[in-house]
């Protein structure tokens, strides 16, 4: 799977979306997922537009409910995220149970567990940015219910090498799979991943009925630990050159949005906050693929820096940005699209779906 970074071929690719047989296939790897998640995630697009699109082609709602539903997955995490703030960062509901370090397994790193199906995703992982949602949670489920690793270091990890990190759904789905943010871990066997996978390996450590999967001692090739050192190489970036008599648009590592103020005269500037980057480290390839997208926006600047920074170099000229839970900036915030006007926190998905559902009809 590659992931192109031309405007014009990300709006093909939501084109590109069946629904239907989406709802149908979603949960083999091999099934019809839209790939639009890079996409998403850097702001290049919103989950509304994508929305928009399927109705665009006459979808009955009712028929592609599965396909909605798992778009209102990425507002949800993003709510929670802004209604919880930092709280996301540790263990939200409850403690993750029986974790006995904090630390993940190196054949989870070295693509060497043992599951071939999951070995051979990680390496392709390593190669494009991406993993399908059905292997992101069979990966944390070793992780962290067979590993015992707590949520947060794997989930680092994994943000890491995504194009796709987005630190809400991956925390929050962490935190999911590894039951400190749900009310029971998530687990699956070997039966389960050939299944899903089309593979036909038996004898793993996995290859036993659920109710041992759990209880049996920690098997062996998820027994050494790794501590994973992460960092983010930004670029080198002069001073960006300012007409203060315009308006300065802030975008980010979440917002990439070659539409917003299209019309506007500005200055625009993709801030990199090495502060941000050190907090939540992000691969050389996920640089690039933002340094890439970025080129849709004409007339962009980069500046590797903080915010107080940026804004010494921009005498008098008025601040704008979109609201996003990492941007702490002072000036004028501006809202972000939404599939639906439902906000707030939720303590479960399906509250928030069924406020989202009443909403719509
Ligand atoms: C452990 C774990 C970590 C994850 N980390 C991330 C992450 O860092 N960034 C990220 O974008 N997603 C994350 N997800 C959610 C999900 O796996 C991806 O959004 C999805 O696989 C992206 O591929 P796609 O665009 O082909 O998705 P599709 O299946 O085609 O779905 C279409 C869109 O719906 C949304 N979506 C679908 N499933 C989910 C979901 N479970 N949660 C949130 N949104 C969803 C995404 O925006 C996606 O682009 C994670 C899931 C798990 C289990």
Known sequence: ??????????????????????????????????YLSPYISRGVISTKQVLHSVFGRGYNP???KKFIQELAWRDYWQQVW?????????DLLHPQPGFDNHQLAISIIRAETGIHAIDTAIE???????????????VAAMACNLGRSHWKAPARWMYHHLLDGDWASNALSWQWVAGSNSRKQYIANQENINRYCHSQQRGTFLDKPYSRLLTDPKPEALGPLADLEL????????????????PTLIYNYYNLDPRWHVEMKANRVLLLEPEVFSKYPVSESCIRFVLELAKNIPGIQIFTGSFAALRSHLVRSEIRFKEHPLNQFQGTEEPREWMFETTGYFRSFFAFWKRCERESR
């Open 1 to 34: 799977m590659i992931f192109p970074t031309q405007y014009n071929e990300v709006l093909n690719r939501i084109e590109q979306v069946d629904p239907i047989a989406y709802g149908r296939s979603r949960n083999f790897v091999d099934g019809a997922v839209t």
């Open 62 to 64: 009712e028929k592609i």
């Open 82 to 90: 802004i209604h919880k703030g930092s709280a996301i960062e540790k």
């Open 124 to 138: 392709t992982f390593y190669e494009t940015g991406y993993l399908h949602n059905h292997v992101r949670m069979y």
């Open 231 to 246: 960092t983010t190489k930004l670029p080198k970036t002069t001073p960006p050159e300012i007409d203060a008599e315009l």
